[in-house]
């Protein structure tokens, strides 16, 4: 960024540390009065060489690892790399694995949404909005816990299955939170539509074109409210998404309105998943028949190969370039994160808008420093 | 309809020379070896000729045994479901290749990690410069096989 500043311009720091931010980052601003004219984003406050502890551990550790890239989308995480070995290694998990993973990884959606639209809502100072997120997001949280045993960080998955069965009842205790979740959500959206500040503050704000969007290579929510059709559950499908009934939520405008809107649907679409996965879910063991492989797999040696997988994180597109060769630990690990380019792309979508806007489109992204520093 | 055996079509009748061990692993997947000459005009094509409008993921590999440093494209689409893996080799002790931030904007900071962790020269890119790392770490390349990590950064003195 050019530092020779004009008449009547500023430049201004944001961050490292700030409120509204969900991770440490450097936004650099050119103020020429209350418009931004320049910005940059300077990124690595935790890089955690995520990647090179990969190539040092051995494959069942590194699901613990995978965890920690971010921990709101621990399930999507365990996921692509426990997705990833299975193709090395030529295994496939049961249906029944196969079910429990889609539905714990659209509860993780649902709780890593809810979470996004809270923290955003704080942003605004629309702080009830906060308090009722947080309050359903606790009772999803319970749900993942009670299989899980973990809030967060669950390692949940393992190479050819789960780690543990659903317990007893847990269909119907499901059902019930998210019904009741369902309900809530309608009101909440409603107290969102007829908020006047809300809406002075999200209609037209911080606008991406479907043409911007695809050149800047955003994923996920914010690509879908601007028109979008692109979903790696439904353009590349993984695990039993096929079997599934689900539309890709998209919105028209690519306003900071319009991302809300998308999460919201999200949230509903998911809701309907578990239900119709819950239903179609069949008996049976939890890792294949004949193989090594179960809750406590020992050492092992994965063919060499390479693999790219992809799956659709809550954020959007998250995949992993895995290269075998042939000894107990990847010989290279790329994490290709879906928060990355969206954070790229926020220094041009905050170009021209008022600086009290920053922070209301930054937080609408759902950015987390954690995954892009990785 | 665009598929992996009608973009191979495209791409070995557009550059007959420059492609090498091409192999198709199924309708969706696409895996082949480009000249680094060549790759700018490869990414062009692909872009403006068969959809190709998402880089999805670009990094880079370290094979110490064989003296060379990969480059790997993940180019997917947002219009047909079609993963398109680009590799590009590099000698280790001068890896130096034609940058493609102008083809794809998002490459950009995809090439500044790939610099600071592999030390691989991206020529023409508009600001090549460490992203994640701290500045003392630049040329320590610690992505690479033979970084011994904190205190002895052996690599640095390799290169």
Redesign the interface.
């Known amino acids: 960024m050019d530092t020779n500043i004009g008449p009547s311009e500023m430049l201004m720091h944001l961050g490292p540390q700030h409120a509204i931010q969900p991770g440490p980052y450097l936004l650099d601003l050119r103020l020429k009065g209350e418009s931004v004219v320049d910005a940059e984003l300077k ?2 406050y935790i ?1 955690k ?1 995520i ?2 502890i990969l190539e040092n551990k051995t494959y069942l550790q590194g699901i613990t690892i995978t965890d920690r890239i971010c921990y709101l989308a621990a399930m999507s995480n365990n996921e692509v790399f426990c997705g990833c070995v299975e193709r090395l290694v030529g295994i496939e998990p049961p249906e029944r694995s196969q079910y429990i993973r889609v539905i714990m990884e659209e509860l993780s959606r649902i709780q890593s949404h809810l979470l996004g639209l809270g923290e955003f809502s704080t942003d605004l100072g629309f702080v009830t909005m906060f308090l009722y997120m947080i309050r359903e997001r606790e009772e999803v949280l319970n749900l993942i816990d009670t299989v899980t045993g973990s809030r967060i960080t669950q390692t949940y998955l393992r190479f050819g299955g789960v780690r543990e069965d659903f317990p007893e009842g847990y269909e119907q205790k499901t059902m019930s939170v998210l019904n009741d979740l369902n309900k809530k959500l309608d009101q909440h959206e409603e107290l969102y539509n007829t908020d006047r500040i809300y809406r002075q503050r999200t209609v037209g704000v911080g606008t991406l074109t479907k043409e911007v969007a ?4 955003v994923a996920g929510p914010p690509l879908r409210a601007t028109g ?1 059709k ?1 979903d790696v559950r439904k ?2 499908p993984y695990l039993v998404y096929n079997d599934l009934d689900f539309k890709v939520c998209t919105q028209k405008n690519g306003d900071i309105f319009a991302r809300i809107k998308v999460r919201l649907d999200e949230v509903r679409e998911s809701i309907y998943m578990i239900e119709q996965a819950f239903d179609q879910m069949p008996q049976g063991p939890l890792f294949p028949e004949g193989t090594p492989y179960g809750r406590r797999t020992p050492v092992m040696r994965v063919p060499p190969g390479e693999v ?1 997988y ?1 799956v659709e994180d809550p954020r959007g ?1 998250m ?1 992993m ?1 895995m ?1 075998s060769d042939g000894s107990d630990t990847p ?2 690990v ?1 994490i ?1 994160g879906p928060v ?2 969206t954070m ?2 926020l220094p041009p979508l905050i170009l021209n808008t008022y600086i009290a806007d920053v922070a209301a489109i930054a937080a609408s992204m759902d950015g987390c420093t954690s995954e892009a ?2 | 309809m665009i598929d992996a055996d009608y973009i191979l079509s495209s791409l070995t009748k557009t550059f007959p020379n420059d492609l090498s061990e091409s192999k198709i692993e199924s309708d969706m997947r696409l895996t082949s070896y480009v000249e680094k000459d060549a790759i700018f005009n490869v990414c062009k094509h692909m872009l403006d000729n068969l959809e190709c409008n998402h880089l999805s993921c670009e990094c880079g590999v370290d094979y110490p045994d064989r003296n060379e440093l990969e480059v790997v494209y993940h180019i997917a689409s947002y219009e047909h479901p079609v993963v398109i893996t680009l590799k590009v080799k590099l000698p280790r002790d001068d890896p130096e290749i034609e940058s493609i931030v102008s083809v794809y904007w998002n490459a950009n900071w995809y090439e500044r990690e790939t610099y600071e962790l592999y030390g691989i020269m991206y020529k023409n890119h508009p600001d090549l410069k460490p992203l994640l790392l701290i500045d003392e770490m630049l040329g320590d390349w610690p992505l690479r096989k033979d970084y011994e990590g904190f205190p002895n950064k052996t690599s640095k003195n390799l290169v």
């Open positions: 990124m690595g890089h060489g990647e090179k695809t050149e800047l290579g979008v692109f353009d590349d790219f992809r597109e995949g370039y290269i010989y290279r790329k290709r990355f380019p790229q792309a520093d990785r």
